[in-house]
């Protein structure tokens, strides 16, 4: 018996606000499937009408974005992403809710305290009975099909995520690079991002 398909996320707006912030003015839009399943985004210009607008997709991440925590480099990718886009005639950055490259908040604060005890972010991941990255594409095709962006430049470092949006239908047509400098808080972590998730960064 063949397994089922998964049914496709069946996104609407659910809201829209303007977003002055340090970086520049945004339009942020509330999208929905489900009660509690949602996707933000920060939209600058029209990127329906560019030929191929910047779009950043953005995991989630609680301890950097909010906190600033230096085990990560989130927020500087997060901050250096709005820049970018603002500085673009029209652009989108995608801000999705999977915490901890997608076990959620909780299970990251245990891989966390596995980390604290010297395994690594793939290992900790592993050792919690997860994969090194549980990500899921799906909700953020999904958004990009309801914007009207379907050839896009992809900011980021992750070859994966090229790959999983073009599976979806998505073109990418360039991939540009998305790394801030490198702190020394974040450099074990992102040594581990490039010689075991295969992330484009210099080190």
Request: charged residues 30%; proline residues 5%.
């Amino acid at each position: 018996m063949k397994p089922k398909a998964k049914a496709r996320p069946r996104l609407r707006q659910v809201a829209a606000a303007r977003l002055p912030t340090r970086f520049g003015t945004f339009r942020i839009l509330g999208l929905e499937d489900r009660p509690r399943r949602w996707l933000v985004v920060l939209v600058k210009g029209n990127p329906k009408r560019a030929a191929a607008p910047l779009v950043r997709i953005h995991s989630q991440c609680l301890t950097g974005d909010v906190f600033g925590s230096e085990r990560c480099d989130c927020r500087a990718q997060l901050e250096m992403a709005m820049k970018a886009v603002a500085r673009e005639k029209a652009g989108a950055i995608l801000y999705e809710p999977q915490e901890g490259r997608g076990i959620g908040l909780i299970n990251k604060l245990r891989a966390y305290q596995l980390q604290d005890r010297g395994l690594d972010t793939v290992e900790a991941n592993r050792r919690l009975g997860f994969p090194a990255d549980r990500r899921d594409y799906a909700l953020t095709t999904a958004a990009l099909r309801l914007l009207g962006l379907t050839r896009i430049r992809l900011l980021s470092n992750n070859p994966e995520k090229v790959a999983a949006l073009e599976r979806a239908g998505i073109r990418v047509l360039e991939r540009v690079p998305c790394q801030p400098a490198v702190g020394h808080g974040s450099r074990g972590y992102l040594r581990v991002k490039k010689e075991k998730l295969g992330h484009l960064l210099t080190l």
